[in-house]
């Protein structure tokens, strides 16, 4: 049977509808209490954030430029190895966790660079398309900047860690910017995995920013059901990602995240905050599956290696040393 879009999402709805009240956080003002407890219930809360709602209808009419432009000009702009997958990643170039199923969605990545990176070395020069000359982008790109470090400072205190304990795994980092697109999609969905413009997956990073123009994010919650988080036009979306998860022992949650499809197109804007490539986070975790404790050091840098050339479909590149 092949259900409509309205169909498949009032199905899901039955499962999957239900609102989870979400903190809304001002970073400057707020204890540290609050943001611990958010971690580690939900994984994710909100930031107010007046000077990124601000400029996001800029960036996303920027990246509305970018992607209407022609094929060959975006290609000029094409995420490769050697720019470790920063630049224009068009619809259906990114794979699934496993490799195994296209996502739907047309990406744009702004961001630092491994040393030995040779494409793209600035930010300058990966902006350099007509289509981000009013520097709405550029100007995002500083501010999310900005608003992570600040976010890092309260989540070190929050952890209980010394101050400035993370800083030496800040000095080179590889923070990162995506302006993603997805189209509007009428046609009948023909199987359940197209339900999902982009599938389920934790992020690497340890945390990451998202603004959104549509609903259409949806949260694992409490590891049990997805749940939609729609967007707030006062606030940043805050998800802790996989490094913060291990560095806090397991305690924060990094929580499952995916994108439905919908007949309506939509922006995203997502900032990743990510640390340096040799990072490596020594602390003591729980596995999931055994309960056992444990100190595996975990590489950040090779971690993200695996995953970024398995998702671009680049698997056989991979670095002899990751
Ligand atoms: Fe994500």
């Known amino acids: 049977m092949i259900l409509n879009l309205s169909e498949h999402l009032a199905r899901k709805n039955l499962i999957d509808g239900i609102m989870t009240d979400i903190p809304i956080i001002n970073i400057k003002e707020t204890g540290t209490t609050e943001l611990r407890h958010a971690c580690e219930d939900l994984g994710c809360f909100f930031v107010k954030q007046e000077r990124l709602d601000s400029l996001l209808p800029g960036v996303i009419e920027e990246a509305g430029r970018f992607f209407s432009l022609s094929e060959s000009t975006k290609q000029r702009f094409r995420a490769t190895p050697e720019s470790y997958f920063v630049g224009y990643r068009p619809n259906g170039s990114e794979k699934n966790m496993h490799g195994t199923q296209d996502e739907h969605c047309d990406q744009f990545k702004i961001g630092m660079m491994k040393e030995n990176s040779k494409a793209f070395k600035s930010i300058e020069k990966q902006l350099e398309s007509p289509a981000f000359n009013t520097q709405k982008t550029q100007h995002y790109w500083e501010r999310s900047s900005q608003c992570a470090d600040l976010i890092l400072k309260k989540l070190e205190a929050s952890l209980g860690f010394e101050e ?11 923070h990162q910017l995506g302006l993603n697109y997805y189209p509007g999609i009428s046609e009948k969905l023909a199987a359940p995995q197209d339900e999902h413009s982009l599938s389920a997956h ?52 990094a929580p499952m995240h995916r994108v439905s499809t919908s007949e309506q197109l939509r922006y995203s804007v997502v900032y990743k905050h990510r640390p340096n490539y040799d990072a ?36 056989d590149l991979l670095p002899n040393e990751t």
Do not use: C
């Open 202 to 253: 934790v992020d690497l990073s340890l945390f990451t920013l998202i603004s959104q123009d549509q609903p259409g994010l949806q949260i694992r919650i409490k590891d049990q059901i997805f749940t939609e988080v729609g967007p707030r036009e006062d606030a940043v979306l805050v998800l802790v990602g996989e490094y913060l998860h291990r560095w806090s022992g397991g305690r924060y949650k």
């Open 164 to 174: 400035h304990y993370f800083d030496p795994f800040f000095n080179r980092p590889l």
């Open 280 to 315: 490596v986070i020594r602390a003591p975790y729980r596995s999931a599956n055994s309960g056992e404790v444990r100190v595996d050091p975990y590489h950040t840098g090779k971690a993200y290696d695996r995953k970024i050339y398995t998702i671009m479909g680049a698997a």
